[in-house]
């Protein structure tokens, strides 16, 4: 078992910068696919970023250039940079850990957090 626990959300302005923690407890993520997903109110959740165990990452094209994911194997944590912020990124933010093939599909992964608050003021 793999628990997720992610932090660092919170309200920003339009333009502003949030850095998003996944902390994983029970297993080390180093062989471990981690995703980022969002769900704004009254959509479904979609995928935000994927980063594999190798380094490769992978961005849904409406954050590529501005979110990165990074993962520190020593921390057994996962990050995502998110830079240029608007309003349309507002969303619950989760982190997730599946197998090493694991794509974009929310039902590719395992393990889900429970979820952290992102909120962008216009």
């Known amino acids: 078992q793999v628990q997720l626990v992610e932090s660092g959300g919170g309200l920003v302005q339009a333009g502003g910068s949030l850095r998003l923690s996944c902390a994983a407890s029970g297993r080390t993520i180093d062989n471990y696919a981690m995703g980022w997903f969002r769900q704004a109110p009254g959509k479904e959740r979609e995928f935000v970023g994927l980063g594999w165990s190798s380094g490769h990452t992978y961005y849904a094209g409406s954050v590529k250039g501005r979110f990165t994911i990074s993962r520190d194997n020593a921390k057994n944590t996962v990050y995502l940079q998110m830079n240029s912020l608007n309003p349309e990124d507002t969303a619950v933010y989760y982190c997730?850990?599946?197998?090493?093939?694991?794509?974009?599909?929310?039902?590719?992964?395992?393990?889900w957090g429970q979820g952290t608050q992102v909120t962008v003021s216009s």
């Open positions: 997730a850990a599946g197998p090493s093939h694991s794509t974009a599909s929310t039902g590719g992964y395992d393990y």
